[in-house]
């Protein structure tokens, strides 16, 4: 079932405070809060919606040099002395500030 936000209707016309409640697609918008019974509207955002980039894939994937490889990246490593080393992929062998 989706999570709706919802936001309390001030009426002074500043922003309420905002809450969410799970419900199902055929159910009406609420129209009060169901605590303190204040007049409320539903706020529209962007839906949520998975993807193999989402961040807790990003993660996941760019932790894992194999795949990196295969992607085409190239992936250096710091060193002691401050200068960054290639561990895989194409480009300089080594980085440095200097």
Known sequence: MPVYLYEV???DGQPGER????QR?????LKV?????EPVKRVITAPA???RWMDM???RNMKDDSKLNKLGFTKYEK????????????????????
């Open 9 to 11: 209707i001030r009426e």
């Open 19 to 22: 809450f969410e409640v799970v």
């Open 25 to 29: 697609m055929a159910e009406d918008a």
């Open 33 to 37: 809060h169901p605590e303190t019974g």
């Open 49 to 51: 919606i998975g993807s």
């Open 57 to 59: 894939n990003m993660d």
């Open 79 to 98: 060193s002691g002395d401050g200068k960054y080393v290639k561990k895989f992929g194409q480009g300089p062998d080594m980085i440095s500030k200097d």
